[in-house]
C-alpha cells in the first residue's frame, strides 16, 4: 500500500504539458510549494492511518500482557536481545541515512542522495537479514503462533517425523526445518537477478544501468551480511541458551515426575478457598489432582478415566477439575516466576499461553516486517530516480515523503523493541 | 491563496536540516537504547514498563521531531500526527478497560499438556 | 428574460453548452480513455456505475429475504436440509454488499468524486492517480466479494463476529479480504478529499465559503482516514485468527470474542457516520437551493458536521450491550451515546428552519429532501430507544433494531444519495429528466419504505428477534405488510431508474443551471467541461441567490453580475480583492 501511496502522490511528470509548468510539477498543481504541501499533508494523513492500524496490535498485546504478565515475562526470554537491539541501532542508523538522504535532495547533492538511499536500503537489508535468523530459529523449535504452536523443552528440536505427528504436512515439515532456506531463496534470486544485470549492462556499456545495478548489489548483498551478523549472535546466544534450555529440560522432568510444583500449589490454594472440596490426592495430574464437589461420583470416574484408552472421560474429568478450579477462584498463579528460562513454569508453554504470545509477536514484527519490504520497493524506486536526478530544491517530495514513511516504520520499531524483548 | 501565495519562486519551501543535527539526534537515539538495554539487567520492580515506555517516547519524539521535520512543520501536521494518538488513546484505553474488568483467563492453568500433542486436549477443554 | 429588467451595470452570465470536445463526457473516445482515466469526473461515474450495480445485487438480495419471510415457515428457501443456511448466506450477503460495497463509497466516491473538486474550484483531486487506484481497488474488493458468493458464500453476518467466523465453513477470508482492500479504497477516497479541501482552494474559497456539502464530505474523510485502519488490522487478525488459530479473538485459544467485537466497532460505528454524514451534506445543500433561501445557521451546520465525526469514536459501545462488556463500560457508553444527538438534532431543526418562509419548488429533489427529513428524524429518535441502556436489553437484536438502522441507512442515505442523483443528475449528464416520473418514484419510495419498515418497528418491540430464517405465525401478518412494502419500495427504485436511464436517451438538454444554485459547479456548463474552469472562479456565498434570476424562456436560472474586465493573466491578489468586494 505504501507504494501506490507514493507513487500515485508523485509522479505526475508526464502530463505537465503548460509551457509554464515545469515538468515536475502536475497539470492541477500551480505552484511547486502547492503540490509539495499536497503531497506532505497526503503523507501525514497516511501515516496517521499507520498509527491507527498498529494501534490495534498494540491494543491486543496490552491486553495480554495485563491478562498473562508471568507468560509475556517467560516467553519475552526466547527473543535474543542481541538481535533485537542490533536491529534498533541498524534502523536508527537507517533513519539517519534517510534524513540525510532528504537533506540531498534538498540540496541537489545528487552523488550523496544516491549513497544514502543506498546506506538506507542495506541497513534495511540487515534488518531483514537478522530478522530471517531469529525467524527461522524459533520456527524450527515450534515457537509458533498459538494454533501452530508446537513446542516441547524436552525435545526442542523435533525430527521430520514427530512434525509430522503434529499434523504437518510435507511442505509444512520441511518448510519449518528449512525456513532460513525458504526466507533467503528470494533475496538470492534477487541478488542473482541483480548481479546477471549488472554483468549485462558493464558489457553492454549502458552507463545509467550500471549505475543503478552497482548500488543494488550491494544492496542485496547486505541481506545476507544480515543474516551472517544474525547468525553469529544467535549462535553465540544459542550457547548459552542450549544449557538454559536444558536446564529447563532437567527442570521440567524434574517437575513431572515429583508432580507439577505449581499446579500442587493450585490445588492447595483450592483447598484452602473451598471447604467443600474433597482432599486433593497429590501425583499424576492427568487423572488426580484437583478438588471437585460430588466426590463420590468422581471417585469412580477417575477410576474409569484411569485406563489409557478412555479418553473422553479423562477429557470430561479434566474438564470438571477446571471448572471447579475456576470456582474456588483458584487462577493465581505462582509468583516465584523469575526471569529466567529455567523457572518458567512448563504450563506457560502451551499454545493458550506462550502461543498467544507468539501470536502477537509474529503479527506485530511480522506487519513490520512487511512495511520495511514496502520501503524497500519504494526506496529502490528512488534510488532509480535519483541516478537519474529527478530531484532538485523545488522537487523533492517524492524523497521527503518516503523518508517520512521510512522514519514511522522506526519509529514502531522503537515501540516494540521494548516491549517484546525486554521485559522483566 | 491560503496557504502558499507567498512565494513567486517557490525555492523557500525546502528546510535542509543541518548535518550536526542529524548526527547530534542520531546519537542520542543510540545512547537511549543502550539505557534502554541496559536497564533491562536491574530490576525497577513496576515501574519497569514505564521506565522502558518513556525512554522510547523520547525516542519517538526525537525521531518525529527532527527526523521527520515535525518540529518545523505546519501546525496543522503537527496536530494531524499528535492527534491520531488521541484516537488511539481512545480506542486502546476503553478497549482495554473493558476487558480488564470483564477477561479473566479462559482456559485454566491446569492445560499443561505434553505440547507434541496439544490439538486433543485443547478440544477436551472447551 | 428580457434584458429590461437587467440593473444597470450588470450581465448576464452564462457558460452556454460545452462543445463535444470540452463535454468531460465526450472530451476523449473509447473505453481505455475511460478506464485510465485520470479526471474526477469520470471516476465519480464509473464509481456511479459500479455501486449502482452493487446496489441492485443488494437489493434483489433483500426482496430475497422479505418474500422468505412472507410466510411463517419460510417462502423461498425451503430446503429442509440447506434452506436456513441458505437464508443465512442472503441475508449476510445483502448486508455486506450493502455496507461494504454500496452505502460507504456511495455519496462520497460517487457523488463526492464528482463534486468536491468542482464545487470547490479546484481543477481536480489533489492526487488524481491515487483516486483512480481507490476505484480499482473497490473494484478488486467487489471481486472478492463476488468469489466468496461464488465459492461457499457467508454467513456470518456482515460483522464477522468471532468464533462463529473462524470455525464457519463459509468463505470469511475472501470475504473479509474483499472488505480488508475496500477499507483500503475508502481511506485512499478520505485522505485525497482532505488534501483536496485543505491545499487545492482557488483564491477567495475560504473555509466558511465551502459549501456544506464540502463540510460533510470533509468530515466523513476524517472518519474514513481515523476509523478504517483499524478495520484493517480487524480483518487482517480475523484473517490471521483462521488460518493459524493466534488466539486473539478466539476463546479456544484464550482469545476474547468481545475484544474482536470492540475492535469492529471502533471502525463500524464511525463507519455509520461515513455513511450518513455525506447525506447530511447533500440535504444542506438541496434544501437550500429549492427552497431558494440562504442556509440557516451555516455555522452550526458546518460545526455539527465535524462535531459528529469526533464524537462518532466514543460511542461504538452501544453495539455491544449484551455481549457481556463490564456493567460500568456498558453505561459510560450508554450515556455517550446521547451527546450524538444533540449535533444530529441542530442539523434537523436548521433544515426546518431554512425551510421556513422560504419559497420552496416541489421539484424532484426537494420531495426527496422532505422524505428524508421525515425518516431520518424517524430514525434518529429511534435511536434513541437503542442508545437507553435499559430499552436496548429488551430490544437489541430484535427487528426494531433493523427497522431503526433502515431509517437511517434507507430512508437516511438512499433517500440524500437518490435526492442528490437526482439534483445533480443535470449537471453530471447534461440532460433534464421527466418531473413526473422523479415525484412519481420519490412517491414510491416513501410510501414503500415506510410500510416495510413501520411495521418491523411493531414487529421488534413485540419480541421478533433479527435474522432468523423462521417464525411465530403470530407474526405473519406484519412480516406480510413489509414484504409488500419492500417490493412496492423495489418498484419506486426502478421507476426512478427508468427516469433517469430515459433522461439520457429523451432528455432535454441541460441549462448550466436548472435549479438556481449558487455553488461553483453551476457556474460551469453541463455538463462540465473536462478542465472545470478556465481561470480560478469567482467565489461568493455559496447560498446567496439574490443574483440569480429566473429566465422563462429558457427554463434556467442565470446569474447576473457587474459587467467586469478580464484580466489576461489572472493575479491572485487582485481576484481575492474582487471576490471580498463581490460578497
Known amino acids: 500500500m505504501a507504494t501506490t501511496e507514493a507513487s500515485s502522490e508523485t ?98 547533492d545528487h552523488k550523496t542522495l544516491t549513497g544514502m538511499l543506498a546506506a538506507t536500503l542495506s541497513c534495511a537489508m540487515v534488518f531483514l537479514g537478522v530478522k530471517a535468523i531469529e525467524y527461522s530459529h524459533k520456527w524450527g523449535m515450534g515457537l509458533l503462533p498459538a494454533g501452530l504452536f508446537f513446542y516441547d523443552p524436552n525435545n526442542q528440536h523435533p525430527t521430520a517425523e514427530q512434525l509430522e505427528l503434529i499434523g504437518f504436512g510435507s511442505f509444512g515439515v520441511s518448510f519449518l526445518q528449512n525456513a532460513l532456506f525458504y526466507i533467503c531463496a528470494p533475496f538470492a534470486i534477487g541478488l542473482i537477478g541483480v548481479v546477471i544485470w549488472l554483468v549485462v549492462s558493464l558489457v553492454n556499456g549502458r552507463k545509467f544501468q550500471v549505475a543503478v545495478a552497482k548500488p543494488l548489489t550491494v544492496v542485496f548483498v547486505f541481506f545476507f551480511v544480515g543474516v551472517g551478523l544474525g547468525r553469529i549472535l544467535e549462535s553465540g546466544e544459542s550457547h548459552d541458551s542450549h544449557d538454559s534450555h536444558a536446564v529447563a529440560h532437567v527442570d521440567g522432568h524434574d517437575a513431572h515426575q515429583a508432580g507439577d510444583h505449581a499446579s500442587d500449589q493450585h490445588a492447595g490454594d483450592a483447598h484452602a478457598a473451598d471447604s467443600h472440596s474433597t482432599d486433593p490426592p497429590a501425583g499424576d495430574h492427568d487423572s488426580h489432582g484437583s478438588p471437585v464437589e460430588d466426590g463420590g461420583e468422581l471417585a469412580v470416574l477417575e477410576r474409569l478415566a484411569a485406563e489409557k484408552t478412555n479418553t473422553g472421560l479423562q477429557d470430561d474429568l479434566a474438564a470438571r477439575q477446571r471448572q471447579s478450579a475456576v470456582a474456588s477462584g483458584a487462577i493465581v498463579h505462582s509468583d516465584e516466576i523469575t526471569s529466567t528460562i529455567e523457572t518458567v513454569p512448563e504450563e506457560v508453554l502451551t499454545p493458550s499461553r506462550a502461543g498467544v504470545f507468539f501470536s502477537i509477536y509474529y503479527c506485530m514484527t511480522g506487519v513490520h516486517a512487511i512495511h520495511i519490504i514496502g520501503g524497500i520497493i519504494v526506496l529502490i524506486w528512488l534510488l532509480v530516480r535519483s541516478v537519474r536526478q529527478d530531484f532538485n530544491r523545488q522537487y523533492f517530495g517524492p524523497v521527503d515523503y518516503v523518508g517520512l514513511y521510512w522514519h514511522l516504520v522506526d519509529l514502531i520499531w522503537i515501540y516494540l523493541f521494548p516491549l517484546l524483548y525486554l521485559i522483566r | 491563496m491560503s496557504a502558499h501565495g507567498h512565494s513567486d519562486d517557490g525555492h523557500d519551501f525546502a528546510h535542509p536540516m543541518p548535518i550536526p543535527v542529524l548526527l547530534a539526534v542520531f546519537v542520542a537515539l543510540t545512547i537511549l537504547t543502550i539505557i534502554t538495554v541496559a536497564q533491562s539487567n536491574f530490576s525497577f520492580g513496576g515501574i519497569d514498563v514505564i521506565i522502558v515506555m518513556v525512554i522510547a517516547t523520547i525516542k519517538a519524539t526525537l525521531v518525529a521531531a527532527f527526523f521527520m521535520h515535525l518540529a518545523y512543520d505546519k501546525p496543522f501536521n503537527q496536530l494531524l500526527f499528535v492527534g491520531s494518538f488521541v484516537f488511539v488513546g481512545l480506542f486502546v484505553i476503553f478497549t482495554i478497560g473493558d476487558s480488564q474488568m470483564t477477561s479473566g483467563d479462559f482456559i485454566p492453568v491446569d492445560d499443561a499438556v505434553p505440547a507434541v500433542v496439544e490439538s486433543a486436549p485443547m478440544a477436551g477443554a472447551e | ?38 479526471d474526477h469526473k469520470r471516476i ?187 478495520l484493517g488490522i480487524t480483518l487482517l487478525l480475523l484473517i490471521a485468527e483462521r488460518v493459524m488459530h493466534i488466539g486473539i479473538f478466539d476463546p479456544e485459544f484464550n482469545g476474547d470474542p468481545v475484544t474482536f467485537q470492540h475492535f469492529f466497532w471502533f471502525y463500524s ?57 463490564s456493567p460500568l463500560t456498558t453505561i459510560i457508553f450508554s450515556a455517550l451515546t446521547f451527546s450524538v444527538s444533540i449535533p444530529s438534532a441542530i442539523k434537523v431543526f436548521n433544515w426546518l428552519a431554512t425551510m421556513y418562509k422560504g419559497s420552496i419548488s416541489l421539484t424532484t429533489p426537494m420531495c426527496y429532501t422532505i422524505t428524508f427529513i421525515f425518516l431520518f428524524t424517524i430514525g434518529g429518535l429511534t435511536g434513541l430507544h437503542l442508545g437507553t441502556l435499559a430499552t436496548d436489553m429488551h430490544l437489541h437484536d430484535t427487528y426494531f433494531v433493523v427497522a431503526h438502522f433502515h431509517y437511517v441507512m434507507v430512508g437516511g442515505t438512499v433517500v440524500a444519495f437518490l435526492g442528490g442523483l437526482f439534483h445533480w443528475w443535470p449537471k453530471m449528464f447534461g440532460k433534464m429528466y421527466s418531473e413526473f416520473g422523479g415525484r412519481l418514484s420519490c412517491l414510491l419510495v416513501f410510501l414503500g419504505f415506510n410500510l416495510t419498515f413501520l411495521p418491523q418497528f411493531v414487529l421488534g418491540s413485540r419480541g421478533m428477534p433479527r435474522r432468523y430464517a423462521t417464525y411465530d405465525p403470530e407474526f405473519a401478518y406484519l412480516h406480510q405488510m413489509s414484504t409488500w412494502g419492500a417490493t412496492l419500495l423495489g418498484i419506486g427504485l426502478i421507476v426512478a431508474f427508468v427516469v433517469l436511464m430515459r433522461s439520457l436517451i429523451r432528455g432535454k438538454p441541460a441549462p448550466a443551471n436548472p435549479w438556481g444554485g449558487a455553488t461553483l459547479e453551476w457556474h460551469c456548463t453541463s455538463p462540465p467541461p473536462y478542465y472545470n474552469f478556465e481561470r480560478p472562479p469567482l467565489v461568493g456565498d455559496p447560498y446567496d441567490f439574490h443574483d440569480l434570476r429566473w429566465d422563462e424562456e429558457n427554463e434556467r436560472y442565470v446569474t447576473i453580475e457587474p459587467e467586469r474586465e478580464i484580466v489576461p493573466r489572472e493575479i491572485p491578489d487582485e481576484v481575492t480583492v474582487q471576490a471580498n468586494k463581490d460578497h
Request: charged share 10%.
Open chain 3, 44 to 230: 465519480g461515474v464509473m464509481y456511479l456505475i459500479g455501486i449502482s450495480v452493487a446496489f441492485a445485487v443488494a437489493g434483489f438480495l433483500a426482496l430475497g429475504i422479505r418474500w422468505h419471510l412472507f410466510l411463517p415457515d419460510g417462502m423461498l428457501f425451503r430446503n429442509p436440509q440447506t434452506g436456513n443456511d441458505t437464508y443465512n448466506q442472503v441475508f449476510t450477503l445483502h448486508g455486506a454488499i450493502m455496507v461494504f460495497l454500496f452505502i460507504i463509497p456511495s455519496v462520497p466516491a460517487a457523488l463526492g468524486n464528482f463534486l468536491v473538486p468542482i464545487m470547490l474550484g479546484a481543477k481536480d483531486v489533489a492526487f488524481p492517480r491515487l483516486n483512480l487506484c481507490s476505484f480499482y481497488l473497490w473494484v478488486f474488493g467487489a471481486v472478492f466479494f463476488i468469489c466468496a458468493l461464488c465459492a461457499s458464500g457467508l454467513d456470518t453476518g456482515w460483522t464477522f463476529y468471532t468464533p462463529y467466523s473462524t470455525t464457519t465453513n463459509s468463505s470469511v477470508i475472501l470475504a473479509t479480504s474483499g472488505a480488508f482492500v475496500l477499507g483500503f479504497s475508502s481511506i485512499f477516497t478520505g485522505l485525497n478529499f482532505i488534501v483536496t479541501i485543505n491545499t487545492m482552494r482557488p483564491p477567495g474559497m475560504t473555509w466558511f465559503r465551502m459549501p456544506l456539502f464540502l463540510w460533510a464530505t470533509y468530515s466523513t474523510s476524517i472518519i474514513q482516514v481515523l476509523a478504517t485502519p483499524v
Open chain 3, 269 to 325: 460505528h464511525p463507519a455509520v457516520y461515513i455513511m450518513i454524514l455525506p447525506a447530511f451534506g447533500i440535504i444542506s445543500d438541496l434544501v437550500s437551493v429549492h427552497s431558494h433561501k440562504h442556509i440557516f445557521g451555516y455555522r452550526f451546520i458546518a460545526y455539527s458536521s465535524l462535531a459528529i465525526a469526533l464524537l462518532s469514536f466514543i460511542v461504538w459501545g452501544h453495539h455491544m450491550f449484551t455481549s457481556g462488556m
Open chain 3, 1 to 38: 428574460m428580457s434584458s429590461g429588467s437587467l440593473p444597470p451595470g450588470m450581465k448576464i452570465r452564462d457558460p452556454g453548452f460545452p462543445t463535444q470536445r470540452e463535454n468531460y463526457l465526450t472530451n476523449s473516445k473509447g473505453v481505455l480513455s475511460w478506464m485510465f482515466t485520470l
Open chain 1, 11 to 108: 509522479a505526475h511528470e508526464d502530463h505537465g504539458h503548460d509551457h509554464d509548468h515545469p515538468a515536475f510539477l502536475a497539470h492541477h498543481f500551480d505552484t511547486p510549494e502547492q503540490q509539495f504541501d499536497s503531497g506532505k499533508l497526503g503523507i501525514w494523513l497516511f501515516l496517521v492511518t499507520e498509527v491507527l492500524f498498529f494501534s490495534g496490535m498494540f491494543c491486543a498485546y496490552a491486553m495480554f500482557r495485563a491478562l498473562r504478565p508471568d507468560v509475556f515475562e517467560g516467553c519475552s526470554q526466547f527473543l535474543n536481545t542481541k538481535l533485537g537491539a542490533i536491529n534498533t541501532g541498524v534502523l536508527l542508523f537507517s533513519s539517519l541515512t534517510m534524513a540525510w538522504a532528504v537533506r540531498c535532495a534538498q540540496t541537489e
